[in-house]
C-alpha cells in the first residue's frame, strides 16, 4: 500500500463510520479541490453513488467556472444536490472585519440549512496544515446547539475511536481528509483523474492556488499549467495556500472568531 492507497484507506474508513453512525449526513460542497476529492471518496466508500446529499451553502459570490462545474458534476456524478442561499451581509457580526463579514454569510448560511434539514452530521472538506486554526480540528468534531466550536473542549481520538454522538440539538462536523495535505491533493487527484476547475491552473504567470467567493479571492504569482508542475511549484514554494484569500490577512483573530461561531 503506497502513501496515496493509505489516505485514501483511511479517510473511506472514516465516512463509512460516519454513515453508520449517524441518522441524517449531508456533504459540504464547496466546489474547490478538496471536496471535489471528498466527493470521489465518498463515491468511492460507498460502490458509486454518494448516499447522503450534497450541500451548497451558496454566496451568490463564486467564480463563474465554479457555477459551472457544479452543474455538471451534480449530474455526473448523480448527486443529490441541494443548494441554500446565505443571508445578506446585514444579517452579520458587524464589528467583523470586511473579508471576514463577507465570509460569515457561509456560516448563517449553515446554520439555515441545518435548521431545515436537521442533519446532525456535515462532512467537510477541511484539512489541517491549511491553516493554524484548522490544525487544532478533530476528525469528528462536536458543535454547540448553535453551531459553535469550543476549541478547548476537544474529545480525545486514539485508535480511530471517534465519538459519534453528537449533543441533544447539535451537529458532528465529520472531517475525513483532516490528516492530507495540499500536495497530497494534487497527487491523487492526478491520479484518479478527478476534473478540476480550470481556475486552478496558470494563466498569464496567476493562478488560484485556493477558491472562495470571487471578491475576496485572488490569484498568486504562479507558471504551474499543469497538475505536475503544481506539484513541483508545492516542493519549493513558501508561498502559503490562502495567501490570495483576503480574510487571511485581516486581523489576527478575525479566521478564529469565524471558525469559532460556526464556520468552516
Known sequence: MDHLDALEAQSIYILREAFARLKKLALLWSLGKDSNVMIWLARKAFFGRVPFPALHVDTGKKFPEMY???????KEWD????????????SVDPTLPPAARSAARKTEGLKLALAKYGFDGLIAGIRRDEEATRAKERVFSPRGVEGGWDVRDQPAEFWDQFNASPPPGAHLRIHPIL???EADIWAYT?????????????QNGKRYRSLGDQDITFPVNSN?????????ELETTKVPERAGRALDHETEDAFERLRVAGYL
Open 190 to 202: 492526478k491520479r484518479e483523474g478527478i476534473p478540476i476547475i480550470p481556475l486552478y491552473l496558470s
Open 224 to 232: 504551474a499549467a499543469s497538475i505536475d508542475e503544481i506539484l513541483l
Open 179 to 181: 490528516h492530507w495535505t
Open 79 to 90: 448527486l443529490d444536490l441541494r443548494v441554500d442561499p446565505c443571508p445578506p451581509i446585514d
Open 68 to 74: 459551472a462545474f457544479r452543474d455538471i458534476y451534480a
